[in-house]
């Protein structure tokens, strides 16, 4: 088993994993604590809210009415006054197609260079990967 201080030179070693974490409305990675975790040790982590297509797609369908050359003016109109929107929404559709791809088939999971680990920790998701590279050679 790897231990904090062997995952830190495993890593150093390593070029710098893809990690992407997938979270749903139970599962949510502390925005924080990836960002710190990022930071300390290197790596790029890409966070998907999948449930945020869903949360943005009411909040944005509310009083739209049934012209929909009026609703498509008034959501045009809301995600020009918020930019952020249209980026949560971006990011649930393109977590929701690499979920699909990567077939992941619950929640949390974080996926490291493609291989999938069904947890919500970065780090013992680290540790497996790197536990499952070495055991490749």
Known sequence: MMGPMTLTL?????????VECFANEQTLFQRGSVTELAESRGLTITQY?????????RLLSVGLGSDPTRAKQILQSRLDDNPQWLERLTNAAVGESRALMLNIERFPAIAIDGSV??????????????????RAR
């Not at 495993?10 to 893809?18: K, Y």
């Not at 809210?49 to 797609?57: A, K, N």
């Open 10 to 18: 495993w890593l150093t070693a390593q070029s710098a994993p893809n």
């Open 49 to 57: 809210r999948l449930y945020d297509r869903f949360q943005m797609e």
């Open 117 to 134: 680990y069904y947890t919500d920790d970065i780090d013992q998701a680290l540790v497996r990967h790197g536990e499952a590279q070495h």
